[in-house]
């Protein structure tokens, strides 16, 4: 009876054990998981304490100042070649001359030049004076010469690459056939070069890349990054002529008013075909740009609705001038308007000027006459806005292009100037609420303001893979050092 009396309560007892064991070790895994999680947020917690001291990034809490960021002064650009870059090796010693044929307007070209010096180097080859565009759109007969200054291109860039006018006499008499011509494909790597490109060099000893833009990847080591930087930065620098025309220019907004904020339209009818959009003047509009289009037979079929809603539609004047006002800027604000022909001329541009009235062009600040020299050139024309641009307080980009880019890169690379790029996927949402009155002055601004906030050319918006490396030069940019 003892025996069945000891047997009776073991299984209650031993379920009662078993949850005892399972309460505390639930307890034990909580505390457990507790500690670690405290323990990760604490560590994240000193991480971003840390970055936040040795990176101060853009409290959008405090007033951001719209004509220059609080952190550009702790910027620089850094391009100086490292102690184990090769240098150039002699002309008569490299693997022979490299021909390169550019393509597109002048700031693509100017993309073309500056990635042809940094192949030139891979290829360990002389590089020629580039060959510039004559035959697409713009249909511009100025060389490399009529544009940049030859000598100092080739002098500046003495240490990295050999770079010649011409193609020696005695070279081009010892040539049994034409210079083999080849075109790389978009963005190829070093390897690329390397395995395709230079034998074909060694053994021609002239080679001839056609069509060179964008045929060199972001992706290369910060060494190349830099001389990409050197040649784009420091080695192009346009010829007397333009750059004194340029600096008047400046001199004569300058003196109107002590800053001035700079405006790429880029309203232009080709822009507005290639993008695909449409801004409501019904099949008129759609007649005109639908005629341009055919010059791109690869152009694919776009949907307008869709396009807009990506945010690859470029705002109308009216709107960059909303956009301005939205952000601060008064109306007494001086405006320095880059452009070519604006689709729907006048009546396109008459909002943008009803809110900004102190509107000048080149066109409007140079002298009489004083431009008649550069009208047939597109390209002069080009670099003439590139000068007043550059040289801005602000500067406003409305679209994706190549003078946008390598502005913005620019800007970024000279320390930080500020420079705003419409954040045209969310500005479009809030111009259509604007414009069916779903939104009132103070609301909008506020929104205007907040979609804005990473697009206004601050330092923290710089990160290594971001975009087009001439947009964002993060190899060639350093912070200096701050004692705390």
Wanted: glycine letters at 6%.
């Amino acid at each position: 009876m003892e025996k069945k009396r000891f047997r009776r309560p073991w299984p209650c007892m031993k379920k009662a054990l078993f949850s005892r064991s399972f309460g505390v070790g639930l307890m034990l895994f909580i505390l457990g998981l507790t500690s670690l999680l405290m323990g990760n947020i604490a560590s994240d917690l000193h991480w971003s304490q840390f970055r936040r001291r040795i990176q101060p990034k853009v409290s959008h809490n405090k007033r951001l100042d719209i004509w220059k960021s609080n952190y550009s002064d702790l910027y620089y650009g850094c391009s100086v070649r490292g102690a184990s870059f090769r240098y150039a090796v002699p002309e008569n010693r490299s693997n022979g001359y490299l021909l390169i044929a550019t393509s597109g307007g002048l700031n693509q070209q100017r993309i073309g030049i500056s990635d042809a010096v940094v192949v030139a180097w891979i290829l360990n080859a002389t590089l020629v004076i580039p060959e510039m565009d004559h035959y697409s759109f713009w249909k511009d007969d100025s060389d490399f010469a009529n544009i940049f200054d030859v000598d100092w291109f080739i002098s500046y860039l003495s240490n990295d690459v050999p770079v010649v006018k011409r193609i020696p006499d005695r070279v081009m008499r010892s040539m049994e056939r034409l210079p083999w011509t080849m075109r790389p494909p978009r963005k190829s790597m070093p390897e690329y070069y390397l395995e395709q490109v230079l034998p074909i060099l060694r053994r021609r000893h002239v080679l001839q890349l056609t069509k060179f833009d964008y045929r060199l990847t972001n992706r290369l080591d910060e060494e190349l990054q830099k001389l990409r930087c050197r040649a784009n930065f420091h080695a192009l620098r346009f010829t007397s002529s333009i750059e004194n025309i340029g600096q008047k220019l400046v001199q004569k907004i300058r003196g109107m008013s002590s800053r001035y904020v700079a405006v790429h339209l880029r309203f232009e009818p080709d822009m507005l075909a290639f993008s695909g959009c449409y801004y409501g003047g019904g099949d008129k509009e759609r007649a005109e740009l639908g005629e341009i289009r055919k010059r791109w037979a690869t152009l694919p079929d776009l949907s307008e609705e869709g396009e807009r809603s990506r945010g690859k539609c470029p705002l109308t004047p009216h709107e960059i001038g909303m956009m301005l006002k939205a952000l601060g800027f008064g109306n007494d604000t001086y405006l320095y308007v880059a452009s070519g022909e604006i689709y729907g001329g006048e009546k396109t541009l008459q909002p943008l000027k009803n809110l900004f009235p102190n509107y000048y062009t080149k066109e409007m600040l140079a002298d009489p006459g004083e431009l008649e020299p550069f009208l047939p050139f597109s390209s002069r024309l080009a670099a003439l806005d590139f000068i007043v641009s550059d040289e801005s307080d602000v500067f406003v980009t409305n679209n994706n292009g190549n003078m946008a880019k390598i502005l913005a890169g620019r800007r970024r690379y000279m320390g930080h100037k500020r420079t705003i790029r419409p954040n045209a996927k969310k500005l479009s949402i809030l111009f259509r609420a604007r414009n069916q009155m779903k939104l009132d002055w103070e609301a909008f601004s506020t929104k205007v303001k907040s979609a804005q906030s990473n697009f206004m050319g601050e330092p923290d918006e710089m990160r290594p893979g971001r975009g087009d490396f001439h947009e964002f030069p993060y190899s060639c940019i350093c912070k200096k050092e701050i004692s705390h």
